[in-house]
């Protein structure tokens, strides 16, 4: 199977600094990667989609000058949540999807996920 | 547009079965099923594409109904490691590839 490790695990941070959270496949190279928030008892939403090379396209309603995302390689992207505050505190979950046609092209894999507590 | 999944919750004895539905009101090109436990990430069951292919989990299936945009998940002689949340996620046809979820089922499997 595909693995997509994340980083960190988790992280508690004051109010107003940024947090940076590193999504990596392992073992594939990851077309498009995405981002997701969930909150507590709540589905997954998709905050954006990235494609390694290009801008982050954001779902409507998430702040794209607040969560930065960078996809600089075909196994690398980063969420930056800049000037955290404590209703920025969520559940984020990385997502890899394979080359389109490829063995693995139509699963996304997801990360462990980051546990975010902005005090 | 958020797919929707039923039951919200069910209760199981070990080695009983369940069904969860999954319905959309738009044409679907795949749908996506994930378990989910508590406090940790997703994890892949199963796929089903239009046209009839499906990947996935060993003693679990699915079923995808291409002219209702519905699909059900079987989860046959339960285990206590099925409990979990059951998240469907769909991806609509003729469009920018876009996975979806519902709002998830609770599954718990007692002894």
């Known amino acids: 199977g595909a693995v997509v490790s994340q980083h960190p695990s988790w992280v508690i941070c004051k109010s107003g600094t940024s947090v940076k959270i590193e999504c990596r496949s392992l073992?594939?190279?990851?077309?498009?990667m995405f981002w997701y928030r969930q909150f507590p008892k709540q589905s997954l939403m998709l905050m954006a989609t990235?494609?390694?090379?290009?801008?982050?396209?954001?779902e409507q309603g998430v702040e794209k000058d607040k969560f930065l995302i960078n996809h600089a390689s075909l196994t690398l992207s980063t969420l930056t949540v800049t000037s955290a505050h404590p209703e920025d505190s969520s559940f984020y979950i990385c997502?890899?999807?394979?080359?389109?046609?490829?063995?693995?092209?139509?699963?996304?894999?997801f990360g462990p996920g980051t546990r975010l507590l902005v005090l | 547009q958020q797919p929707v999944q039923s039951p919200q919750a069910v209760i199981l004895r070990e080695g009983e079965d369940a069904v969860i539905n999954c319905s959309s009101s738009k044409a679907l090109y795949s749908v996506h099923w994930y378990r989910q436990k508590h406090g940790e990430a997703p994890v892949f069951l199963m796929i089903?594409?239009?046209?009839?292919e499906q990947k996935g989990h060993e003693k679990i299936s699915a079923s995808f109904n291409e002219k209702k945009q519905q699909s059900s998940l079987y989860l046959t002689a339960s285990q206590l490691s099925y409990s979990g949340t059951y998240f469907c996620?769909?991806?609509?046809?003729?469009?920018?590839?876009?996975?979806?979820f519902g709002k998830g089922t609770l599954l718990t499997v007692n002894p």
């Open positions: 089903l594409l239009k046209g009839g």
């Open positions: 073992d594939f190279q990851a077309t498009t």
């Open positions: 997502s890899a999807r394979g080359q389109q046609g490829a063995r693995l092209g139509e699963t996304q894999y």
């Open positions: 996620g769909t991806v609509v046809g003729g469009s920018n590839y876009k996975l979806t």
């Open positions: 990235s494609n390694e090379g290009s801008k982050a396209t954001y």
